[in-house]
């Protein structure tokens, strides 16, 4: 586009990660177009991601959060931010907004050409009572208040066992702090399938954070909190981490369609309904494999951001699907994810097929190697990946980047064991966990007959024979109800004992039973391998048990 037919006036409602994207990049393509951003907050600029960190003194200075200034954009890229400043209504016919400093009450009318609608989202204080006697945690006043707080508190509640209630839990652990964390699912951070999200339960335990799950908060009180089981919980504090709601008001007083995932709806160069008003960040829907999602991440605020501002100046753009790709890191372990997980996709009724493996992250004779927990979902009928989880304490994020690349390259779980990735015995393994899963998605392919931790009972319930073929040493640590132990090395001179039956085997990991199955399937015997092994089963039952006694001890 040229810069005589720039849009003369942008405004853009909102600022952070998807309003100043788009500003910054207006200004890169042209110099003649007056941009103006109104941002209600106090900064307009700032590292939402690092205010747990700063309350935890993980960051120690709150100025590290402060990205950019009004000044210093208006010197770099002569823009002009408002802060403490509010859009009150759109005006589509006319093209304005009217706008009100929240400290003054001075309100008046900015016109534009074009319109960028950035507002974020709020986070979710539900209607309890004494709700109000509550922290949140969203920006930095809120931040600022929280650590005022805690710098006399000496136990907190955490209601919200996602992102922030994670992250929260853990920095008010750190100020020393004795915290409780509340979650009303039956697992915490609901991206994961429940057997992944155990070992966060298990991590929060070791460092002293009690955790209660399937725990609904029914009042806020000057003690702590009552919970719908009759309980109560005493502490000093109470913070809300249940969530966020997206900021549609302006869109929806304005007219502007809401979509079906109840986000604003925008094309794909993230136009609304209205040709001159653009939507981006938590407030806008975004495109997925399978419709339109929302999904409220800094990363795809950015992007879109710049390709709103590229639509603006007539620049062809593109968006595709997105699989938010997440990580949330809580006393050392970190848990990650892309596309779907089971749970969303059974709710869809589509069809999947379903890998666990447990790698270690690097070579195993090489110092601190540590064992991953690592699921991949695959569409059974085009190979393609649908979604994949990684939980561990190290090498976590390269293997759900690796996995998230894949995905959007359009490569299928099998192609997954072609890739070249990087090896030296502190950093990986000559067959990377990655690659791992791919072979492991070979092998289902070619036939080999797996179940999941869940379909255990059943399948003993039909007569299904289950073998432990681990060491004597491993099986008196723990076994399967009803496992026969049937040790690898020695099943070839057990096979008569076999020979008829509908057999389930077993390792820790799933590896030496795949070598088990394969014994077994050419001696004609009827079987399948445990996916993902003794270890995924153990932390699916844990956490589902967990669930059963926590209920019975009410």
Request: proline share 4%; net charge negative; glycine share 10%.
């Amino acid at each position: 586009m040229s810069e005589s037919s720039a849009p003369e006036k942008v405004v853009i409602v909102g600022g952070v990660a998807g309003g100043m994207s788009a500003a910054t990049r207006l200004r890169r393509l042209s110099e003649s177009t007056q941009i103006t951003v109104f941002e209600r907050g106090g900064e307009v600029s700032f590292a939402n991601c690092g205010l747990p960190y700063h309350v935890g003194g993980v960051i120690p200075h709150r100025s590290s959060l402060v990205l950019q200034t009004p000044g210093a954009l208006k010197n770099r890229f002569n823009i002009d931010v408002h802060v403490r400043t509010e859009v009150t209504s759109i005006d589509r016919e006319n093209k304005t907004v009217s706008v009100r400093e929240t400290e003054t009450g001075h309100e008046y009318t900015a016109s534009y050409d074009a319109l960028v609608l950035s507002p974020g989202s709020s986070p979710i204080k539900p209607p309890l009572p004494g709700v109000e006697k509550s922290y949140v945690l969203w920006n930095l006043d809120d931040m600022d208040r929280m650590i005022e707080r805690a710098e006399t508190a000496q136990s907190a509640v955490v209601v919200g066992g996602g992102f922030i209630g994670l992250e929260v839990a853990e920095n008010l652990a750190h100020r020393g702090m004795s915290v409780t964390l509340v979650e009303a699912l039956p697992q915490l951070m609901p991206l994961l399938d429940v057997e992944m999200a155990w070992l966060l339960v298990e991590r929060a335990e070791v460092n002293g954070v009690q955790v209660r799950l399937a725990e609904k908060v029914e009042e806020v009180t000057d003690n702590g909190v009552s919970l719908a089981s009759g309980d109560a919980i005493d502490a000093d504090m109470v913070v809300m981490a249940v969530g966020a709601k997206p900021n549609l008001e302006l869109a929806k007083d304005a007219g502007l369609e809401i979509g079906p995932a109840g986000g604003i709806a925008v094309d794909d160069s993230h136009r609304s309904s209205d040709p001159h008003i653009w939507a981006v960040g938590d407030a806008a829907e975004k495109k997925r494999d399978s419709g339109a999602g929302m999904i409220p991440l800094a990363g795809l605020a950015n992007r879109h951001g710049r390709y709103a501002a590229d639509a603006i100046m007539g620049i062809p753009t593109r968006n595709t699907p997105a699989h938010g790709t997440s990580i949330v890191g809580f006393f050392g372990v970190a848990a990650a994810s892309t596309g779907y997980n089971e749970r969303v996709l059974r709710e869809q009724g589509r069809a999947m097929r379903i890998i666990h493996a447990h790698p270690i992250d690097h070579a195993g004779y090489y110092p601190d190697a540590a064992q991953l927990a690592m699921k991949l979902i695959v569409d059974p009928d085009t190979d393609l990946i649908l979604g994949a989880q990684v939980v561990g304490d190290d090498g976590v994020d390269k293997r759900i980047d690796v996995i998230a690349t894949a995905m959007q390259a359009g490569m299928t779980a099998t192609d997954l064991i072609d890739l070249e990735l990087a090896y030296a015995p502190q950093f990986g393994s000559a067959k990377d966990p990655v690659n791992m899963l791919g072979y492991i998605n070979d092998n289902r392919v070619a036939g080999q007959q797996t179940l999941q931790w869940h379909e255990v009972a059943e399948h003993q319930a039909e007569g299904w024979r289950v073998l432990d073929v681990r060491t004597p040493f491993e099986n008196s640590r723990g076994q399967i109800p009803g496992a026969e132990l049937y040790e690898l090395d020695t099943i070839r001179e057990r096979l008569d004992e076999l020979r008829g039956s509908k057999v389930i085997v077993h390792c820790r990991v799933g590896q030496r039973s795949h070598t088990a199955a394969s014994i077994l399937r050419q001696e004609g015997i009827e079987v399948k391998n445990l996916d993902g092994g003794y270890l995924t089963w153990q932390l699916g039952t844990r956490a589902t048990e967990h669930l059963t006694q926590e209920a019975s001890s009410r």
